[in-house]
């Protein structure tokens, strides 16, 4: 079945970078857009960018331009997404997310399980 | 960019009983939105796409309506396993962005 299963949690300290991944599998991966989505502590659901595995294109929300970056390794199914210049308030779970149909953005499903990065000094 | 609300914050219901979610969007997203259910611990579910479509395997008893800037998840009748966080979440040129939540919890 389709799956994706992130890396496990991380802590950081202030100013460090993070980077964590996304294993695909059940599906061709180069067919479908992932997305990565964050939520804080008892927060909501923020949207961060998605890559093109099929071209590595990319497009992150502004809120992140500069300190974000997503990339891909075909040859193992794995999607990445690096969060640079970490601050507290880059705690949260990071989630994987595939989009739903083929050649498609929208929507995200399924997900990963998610990883927590911690980051405190 | 375009921001959702979500209405209200906490629902307290009894199972079999109805539920309705509201969301409205600052601007039109036309039928470019989704609902998501979330229960503690895990990733979130696709529910409902376009609006009005439910995913593969969603329950009949989930359904979504409107378009625009007004939205509404029915569930018809909950289930024990329905008491979860819905979250709606909109496309547009900007991206993507997601409503608060709204806490569906037994009453």
């Known amino acids: 079945q389709v799956q994706l299963v992130q890396s496990g949690a991380e802590v950081k300290k202030p100013g460090a970078s993070v980077k964590v991944s996304c294993k695909a599998s059940g599906y061709t991966v180069t067919g479908y857009y992932i997305h990565w989505v964050r939520q804080a502590p008892g927060q909501g659901l923020e949207w961060m960018g998605w890559i093109n595995p099929n071209s590595g294109g990319t497009n992150y929300a502004q809120k992140f331009q500069g300190r974000v970056t997503m990339t891909r390794d075909t040859s193992i199914s794995t999607a990445y997404m690096e969060l640079s210049r970490l601050s507290s308030d880059d705690t949260a779970v990071y989630y994987c997310?595939?989009?739903?149909?083929?050649?498609?953005?929208?929507?995200?499903?399924?997900w990963g399980q998610g990883t927590l990065v911690s980051v405190s000094s | 960019e375009i921001v959702l609300t979500q209405s209200p914050a906490t629902l307290s219901l009894s199972p079999g009983e109805r539920a309705t979610l509201s969301c409205r969007a600052s601007q039109s997203v036309s039928s470019n939105l989704a609902w998501y259910q979330q229960k503690p611990g895990q990733a979130p579910r696709l529910l409902i796409y376009d609006a009005s479509n439910r995913a593969t395997g969603i329950p009949a008893r989930f359904s979504g309506s409107g378009s625009g800037t007004g939205f509404t998840l029915t569930i018809s009748s909950l289930e024990p396993e329905d008491f979860a966080v819905y979250y709606c979440?909109?496309?547009?040129?900007?991206?993507?962005?997601f409503g608060p939540g709204t806490k569906v919890d037994i009453k």
């Open positions: 997310a595939r989009a739903v149909l083929p050649g498609a953005i929208v929507w995200f499903d399924p």
């Open positions: 979440q909109q496309r547009s040129n900007w991206g993507f962005t």
